[in-house]
């Protein structure tokens, strides 16, 4: 089974820019990544988990919820094991701790905390 680590978060301004990476956890993970569709997720102070972006294992056919869209770009490099989210025009309320997912799979990582200041 796939183990995840995120990494990227910081405290950054309003209209700022981050971008977030996802890799496996140990070579057993890397050896096996490049198989799975990876989505990312958020989750704000005292709010429900919330599905951002998607990939599929090809890199192909990103999917994006309408609060990001136009401002965040999924993207993966199998040839590096990692899935991106370049993060732009960020928003106060893109405040939240980002998960990677392993999509079908219970997998997660452990989350890296973004803090978007006004």
């Known amino acids: 089974q796939v183990q995840l680590v995120e990494s990227g978060g910081g405290l950054v301004q309003a209209g700022g820019s981050l971008r977030l990476s996802c890799a496996p956890s140990g070579a057993a993970s890397g050896r096996i990544f490049s198989t799975y569709e990876i989505g990312w997720y958020r989750q704000a102070p005292g709010k429900d988990r919330e599905f951002v972006a998607n990939i599929n294992r090809y890199g192909g056919g990103p999917d994006y919820s309408d609060s990001v869209k136009g401002r965040f770009t999924i993207s993966r490099d199998n040839t590096k094991n990692t899935v991106y989210l370049q993060m732009t025009r960020l928003k106060p309320e893109d405040t939240a701790t980002y998960y990677c997912?392993?999509?079908?799979?219970?997998?997660w990582g452990q989350g890296t905390l973004v803090t978007v200041a006004s």
């Open positions: 997912k392993a999509e079908f799979t219970g997998v």
